[in-house]
Each structure stands twice: as C-alpha cells, then as structure tokens.
C-alpha cells in the first residue's frame, strides 16, 4: 500500500512559480502511473497532469497546458509539479494520486488507488 507526502505549496505572487513535490513511501513506486489533481473551494477536483510509470509519456488539462510540467525520479519515489506563470485561478489545494500503470492519463479521480493528504497553493493578484 502506497503512502503519499505532498508538499512544496504556498503562498506566491501572479505570474510566480511553485514546485510541488510528492513522495511515495512505497517501494515499488516506479509500477504506478501517478497524477496530479486540484480542489477549489465549492468546486469538484478536478485533473492537472499526469504521468506514466516510466515517465516516458505525459498528459496536462488545458489549463496548465505551456505553464506546468509534471515530471517523476523514480530513484528517489518522488513525482514533481513545476507550475509557473501562476495564476489566481490556480489556487487550490493540490494532491498527488497514484494508480496502475493502466489509469495513466485518465482525467478521473476513481482511476487512481493511493491519494495524499493535499498541499494548499495560493495564488494572489
């Protein structure tokens, strides 16, 4: 069973940046296609990015499309966010899912098995 740690969240400026990391305790880490999701108040989640497990293919929501990357060092069980050119409506608590290889790319939250507990980003104008 996966344990996931998020962090890297905060409070940052329009137009700033935030690397969001997200460890595994899990040490087979390196099967899961893992993902990234984002909550605003009185909103659903919804998808940010993905990635697959050999971090060979990627997949972002339109709205992070150009400003974030998702990318993952299996070495070290960790996957990262880097978001730039941040923007108000980004702000959100962030957190980090991990599920088969096969949930890779999927925009739903019910395709992932491992959750972390969020990291709040705050983006102000």
């Known amino acids: 069973q996966a344990q996931l740690v998020e962090s890297g969240g905060g409070l940052v400026q329009a137009g700033g940046s935030l690397r969001l990391s997200c460890a595994a305790s899990q040490r087979t880490f390196s099967n899961y296609a893992m993902g990234w999701f984002r909550q605003a108040p009185g909103k659903e989640r919804e998808f940010v990015a993905a990635?697959?497990?050999?971090?060979?293919?990627?997949n972002y929501a339109h709205s992070v499309k150009g400003r974030f990357t998702i990318s993952r060092d299996n070495a070290k069980n960790t996957v990262y966010l880097q978001m730039d050119s941040l923007k108000p409506e980004d702000t959100a608590v962030y957190y980090c899912?991990?599920?088969?290889?096969?949930?890779?790319?999927?925009?739903?939250?019910?395709?992932?098995?491992?959750w972390g507990q969020g990291t709040q980003v705050t983006v102000s104008t």
């Open positions: 899912a991990a599920g088969p290889p096969l949930s890779y790319g999927s925009t739903w939250p019910t395709s992932y098995t491992y």
């Open positions: 990635i697959s497990w050999s971090g060979g293919s990627t």
